[in-house]
C-alpha cells in the first residue's frame, strides 16, 4: 500500500469503545485459516466486510487484554481477537466528522468481487 495512504491510520487494536472511523486496508501477513482452499485471515476479513472504505464502530473491548474486541461493520457485529484486528489499518473519524464523512478521506473503495464463477 502506498505510503501516502497509510499516512494517518493505525491498527484496529489501537482503539476503545465508541471509536469509530473507516477501513483503510487489511495487511496480508499469509497466515493461512488451515481450511482446504489455503484461504488467509485478510481473504476472510474482506469476505465479513472490513474491505477499504467500510465504516466501523468499536462495540466493545473485552477482558484486561483487549481480547477479543468487538466491532461493527456493514450492520454486523463481529468479535475479531487482537491478532485480526491487527491486520485491519484504520482512519478515524474526528469528533466533529460523521463517519460518513470520514469514509471520503480514505482510499477509494476495492471494486466488488465477482462470485458468479
Avoid at 491498527?11 to 469509530?20: C, E
Avoid at 456493514?74 to 468479535?79: L, V, Y
Avoid at 489499518?89 to 464523512?101: F, G, H, K, N
Amino acid at each position: 500500500m502506498d505510503s501516502d495512504v497509510r499516512a494517518g491510520t493505525l491498527p484496529l487494536t489501537a482503539l476503545k469503545n465508541g471509536d469509530a472511523g473507516v477501513v483503510v486496508d487489511v495487511v496480508d501477513d499469509g497466515q493461512s485459516l488451515g481450511d482446504a482452499n489455503a484461504s488467509t485471515i485478510a481473504r476472510r476479513l474482506g469476505e465479513l466486510g472490513f474491505v477499504p472504505g467500510a465504516q466501523f464502530e468499536v462495540v466493545a473491548v473485552m477482558w484486561l487484554g483487549g481480547d477479543p474486541i468487538a466491532v461493527r461493520v456493514g450492520g454486523s457485529t463481529f468479535a475479531l481477537r487482537r491478532q485480526e484486528a491487527s491486520q485491519i489499518q484504520v482512519r478515524l473519524a474526528p469528533d466533529d466528522e460523521s463517519v460518513a464523512t470520514a469514509r471520503l478521506h480514505a482510499a477509494p473503495a476495492a471494486a466488488p468481487h465477482d462470485r458468479s464463477r
